[in-house]
């Protein structure tokens, strides 16, 4: 009686080697790094960087230069890196690009107040 159930599940076992699965599909994910890296500091920035600002591109599309700053990082051997300016188009109805800062704050620090168009 016990090798009667043994019999009995041996035609599903077998049966099982034999179903195919579909075959493995690899997503592949990049990750861009963010730009920002951290949104509060405990110390204030470097002074900003001096950067030489290139000729706009030539472009049907109003471009304007975002200058660069400085992102936080929180690694002890390098706490700060620099983020190039760069040229960016103008969005319909803004004509003014209000930059980026790093401001103190009472209880937290500094804190990074994202650049805006107006």
Do not use: K
Not at 25 to 40: G, L, M
Not at 98 to 113: A, I
Request: net charge neutral; charged share 10%.
């Amino acid at each position: 009686m016990r090798y009667a159930y043994a019999y009995a599940a041996l035609p599903a076992l077998l049966l099982a080697g034999c179903v195919s699965s579909p075959p493995e599909t690899t997503t592949r994910v990049v990750v861009q790094p963010s730009s920002q890296v951290a949104e509060r500091a405990p110390m204030p920035p470097p002074p900003p960087q001096t950067e030489l600002v290139p000729p706009p591109p030539s472009s049907s599309v109003s471009e304007v230069w975002q200058p660069g700053h400085w992102n936080y990082t929180g690694v002890a051997s390098n706490p700060w890196t620099w983020e190039n300016g760069r040229y960016v188009g103008v969005p319909r109805g803004a004509n003014t690009w209000v930059p980026g800062q790093w401001t103190r704050s009472s209880t937290n620090g500094w804190v990074w107040v994202d650049g805006h168009w107006a």
